[in-house]
């Protein structure tokens, strides 16, 4: 038996492997959206998506944060048949026509009221630890934002008009534990959560619970928002994903979506940009479009079609554009040059001192 074996068999946890082998490094499950450049925002990449582990959508209130989880349970759900979704409310601002008209069956929901922490934190890790791997199971908890603390009910049931100290270390606490659920049992988690402005000059978005959703997350995103107005009607909302913190995409990238009043969102999301940036469209003349090798022209509503992107959503070199724009580069990180062995040559000439 070799010492790696020995040390294997002497392990007190029974998922111990060689990393090699290891299940928990394997190709992570990659549920892809209907959105392609939700799935850039989730991965870097066209043809990624939601993985395992914490992603959160955060920032102010009507910012499509519940729509966005909502596209990801929808994918999730139409990926596996037999996929449930846990649904933590502690707002309830998401009716049953919400999920109706994501085309989410809302008999594969599993619906858990939440009014305080510790409430929330007791249920989901009794769930998880029901939870096997190879269970199709994603939660989505919406929302963490003005979620109270125990403590804080309580002192307002006592009548007690006291600061409460214990919120954030419940919150820490919460995603302590069920992070390496999370990842071990292969469970995509989606989390809504508020934003707040720090104090100062340039006061920039933080997010809030306290450190321990940065510490957990797979992903963070906080959501930002300008009017799309034609003429003085306004039609829609054109939003900006800034990538907060992220595994998978270069943080601080900016990705816009737009979705309208009339027809949610855009499937073509932020696609036309892009592909100006990499060439593959051109503009012959204002307020015309044109990809690369074609003769005809396009006003910009006839660019939001299928017709007008599959051919460029194929083209291998603007999916490598984008990802090499997006995606977090996983070269070697230390280069393979000998190097000790000049320094040693050059360290032999010295005596060592006596001692």
């Known amino acids: 038996m070799s010492l790696l074996d020995k040390l294997k068999s002497n392990s007190t946890i029974k998922e111990t492997a060689i990393l090699r082998d290891s299940k928990f490094f394997t190709k992570k499950d990659m549920i892809p959206t209907s959105i392609p450049i939700i799935n850039v925002a989730l991965s870097g990449r066209f043809d990624g998506g939601l993985t395992p582990g914490l992603t959160m959508w955060a920032g102010p209130s009507k910012h499509f944060k519940t729509a966005f989880s909502l596209l990801m349970a929808k994918s999730y759900l139409d990926k596996y048949d037999d996929a449930v979704l846990l649904f933590y409310d502690s707002e309830f601002g998401t009716p049953q026509s919400y999920f109706d008209s994501f085309g989410i069956a809302t008999d594969r929901v599993l619906h858990t009221p939440v009014t305080d922490v510790e409430q929330l934190k007791f ?89 321990g959703s940065y510490y957990s997350a797979d992903n963070i995103f906080i959501l930002g928002r300008q009017q799309d107005k ?66 005809k022209k396009y006003r910009i509503k006839e660019t939001d079609t299928k017709e007008f992107w599959m051919p460029i959503l194929t083209d291998k070199t603007f999916y490598e554009f984008v990802k090499d724009k997006y995606a977090i580069a996983t070269s070697q990180i230390i280069k393979d040059e000998d190097i000790s062995k000049h320094i040693e040559e050059v360290g032999s000439e010295d005596e060592l001192p006596a001692t």
């Open 123 to 211: 249920d989901i890790m009794q769930q998880l630890q029901e939870i096997n791997r190879g269970d199709h199971v994603m939660i989505c908890i919406d929302s963490i934002g003005n979620l109270a603390s125990k403590k804080e009910v309580e002192d307002a049931l006592d009548k007690k008009a006291v600061a409460d100290m214990s919120r954030a270390k419940q919150m820490k606490s919460l995603f302590r534990m069920v992070t390496p659920h999370l990842t071990m049992k292969d469970v995509p988690m989606v989390v809504v959560n508020h934003t707040y402005k720090e104090i100062g000059m340039f006061p920039k978005d933080i997010v809030g619970g306290g450190t």
């Open 230 to 295: 034609e003429g003085s009607d306004l039609v829609g909302y054109n939003f900006i994903i800034n990538v907060e913190k992220s595994r998978y995409v270069k943080e601080k990238s900016k990705i816009p979506v737009s979705v309208r009043f009339d027809g949610g969102i855009s499937k073509w999301s932020g696609l036309l940009d892009l592909a100006l940036e990499s060439g593959h469209v051109v503009k012959p003349s204002n307020g015309w479009y044109q990809i690369v090798g074609e003769d």
